[in-house]
């Protein structure tokens, strides 16, 4: 086979050729996410990156939260893998039976399920310090020197003034 020579560089509109996705760093690193495949990752980097598209079309529900469409076949067609694989990577990152990281709404009648990307950052709280409840205040123009303190005859000795 003759060597190839290739371009050192790239010309004109050459580089717009590249489109990326993005996989989130905390998808490979943190433990929370330790157990999920390498396609299920590079599939929500896909979807995060129809949200972009979703965004552009304005596909908004009803309290404002983006969705997008991407049916099963156009994921294993985009991966290369066969349908019962992409329902599987669906469901790795689903609420229902997954990590989470995405919500399927099934509309019915034919229409494609809408699929509700999630954050994926896991920003874990710092414990909190228990707050101890404070004693009530006394209402207004009450002082404690007006009240009068019960004395019972069962546990004499044990209320003092």
């Known amino acids: 086979m003759p060597d190839m020579k290739l371009p050192s560089y790239f010309y004109g509109d050459e580089v717009m050729q590249f489109t990326y ?4 760093c905390q998808l490979i690193t943190h433990p929370r996410f330790k157990h999920l495949s390498t396609d299920s990752k590079l599939l929500y980097g896909m979807l995060l990156d129809r ?9 908004y529900d009803d309290t404002g939260r983006v969705y ?6 156009e994921i294993g067609s985009n991966l290369n893998c066969g349908r019962d694989k992409a329902m599987k ?5 689903d609420t229902g039976k997954g990590v989470g990281l995405i919500e399927r709404i099934k509309q019915g009648q034919g229409k494609p399920t809408r699929i509700y990307v999630k954050r994926f950052i896991t920003q ?3 414990p909190q310090p228990e707050k101890k409840p404070e004693p009530p205040a006394p209402p ?6 007006d009240v009068q303190t019960l004395r019972c005859p069962l546990c004499q000795g044990q209320n003092k003034k």
Not at 140 to 145: K, L, Q, R, S, T
């Open 68 to 73: 997008i469409y991407y049916t099963v076949d």
């Open 124 to 126: 874990e709280l710092p």
């Open 89 to 93: 990577l669906l469901a790795e990152l």
């Open 140 to 145: 207004p123009g009450v002082e404690f020197a």
């Open 21 to 24: 996705f993005l996989i989130p």
């Open 51 to 59: 949200m972009s598209l979703s965004i552009k079309n304005e596909w």
